[in-house]
């Protein structure tokens, strides 16, 4: 936003990525000094002034993901009320994408509610990555932007031989996903259908297309528990594929995650540091970090000079 100054604020959730994003924008963080009362309630104190300044906020929905959304939340608001021109939020991860539907009877659509509840705190705009489904923009009445597959096309013409790559989707629920990304780099595209029965357990899975002798890369939006993910990677190798990568954006990697990725036929599975990485996964041989900070960066640095952010765009 021309005329004001822009500043950059940061939520407890991932100091790592916001000092990253700072350095590559090379503006400093502002400081917030975030406390709890003894019955757990948190108090936000933003240092610096705000007032009239163009603010964007950093927060991803790390855990605790509940703790760290009303972190937020306060943050928002204590720059609304002290005059903050424009507040935008920049959420690599957006907490409760998963549920963004009503699939069931009496199922919550808690990331419309997450949507109503940002904007009630004061947001203006929202800055976030791959979305696990595109209609969470539309619960927003205030413009969502949300970028992700440039990042993952770049890493994969980086790094992997692109006449041999066949790109996969791990279900039918990705396939835009995967196959935007295939018909961008020109290669295969193949799917795995699955029958799922109950959330995070998968039945049987079938394989469409051919992927022998390729280098197949299963392309997701949400590393869990790598349920799915080990599954496909065992169809592929049976399948004849010759190598067999992942490429996850949020990796929560919970419960036995990592075991299960080191037991897995994956040779590696590359995540994007929108979220924290655990000790371990840092240690796991197989896990490989594809940075997102450049592309947050100059998404921040666009909004604020009111420069057209489409090449940056899924
Ligand atoms: C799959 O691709 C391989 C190598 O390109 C080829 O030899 C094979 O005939 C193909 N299989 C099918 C079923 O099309």
Request: with cysteine; net charge neutral; charged share 20%.
């Amino acid at each position: 936003m021309l005329g004001s100054t822009l500043k950059i604020l940061a939520g407890s959730s991932h100091p790592e990525l916001a000092e990253l994003i700072s350095k590559k924008i090379t503006r400093p963080i502002g400081e917030l000094q975030t406390r709890r009362f003894a019955n757990g309630e948190t108090i936000v104190t933003v240092v610096d002034s705000v007032r009239d300044q163009d603010v964007f906020i950093i927060q991803t929905a790390a855990e605790p993901v509940n703790d760290l959304l009303m972190e937020l939340l306060i943050t928002i608001n204590a720059c609304k009320i002290a005059s903050a021109r424009q507040i935008t939020v920049v959420l690599p991860c957006f907490p409760y994408a998963r549920q963004d539907k009503k699939d069931r009877s009496r199922a919550p659509i808690t990331a419309k509610l997450v949507a109503n509840m940002l904007q009630t705190a004061g947001c203006n705009h929202v800055i976030t990555m791959d979305l696990h489904a595109s209609q969470i923009q539309g619960f927003f009445d205030i413009p969502v932007d949300k970028y992700g597959t440039i990042t993952l096309q770049d890493y994969i013409q980086q790094h992997y031989e692109i006449d041999n790559v066949v790109i996969v989707s791990p279900d039918a629920g990705g396939a835009k996903r995967a196959t935007y990304i295939a018909d961008k780099l020109k290669v295969d595209f193949a799917l795995i259908h699955k029958e799922r029965q109950i959330a995070n357990e998968v039945s049987r899975m079938i394989l469409v297309g051919n992927v022998t002798g390729k280098t197949a890369i299963i392309i997701d939006d949400i590393a869990d528990t790598c349920g799915t993910i080990a599954l496909a990677s065992k169809i592929l190798t049976e399948n004849g594929a010759q190598k067999c990568i992942a490429l996850v954006v949020h990796a929560f990697l919970s419960g036995r995650a990592i075991d299960v990725i080191e037991n897995s036929a994956l040779d590696e599975i590359v995540v994007a540091n929108t979220i924290p990485l655990s000790q371990r996964a840092r240690e796991c041989s197989k896990i490989r970090t594809m940075d997102v900070s450049a592309m947050l960066g100059e998404a921040i640095r666009r909004t604020h000079y009111g420069e057209s952010i489409s090449q940056l765009f899924l």
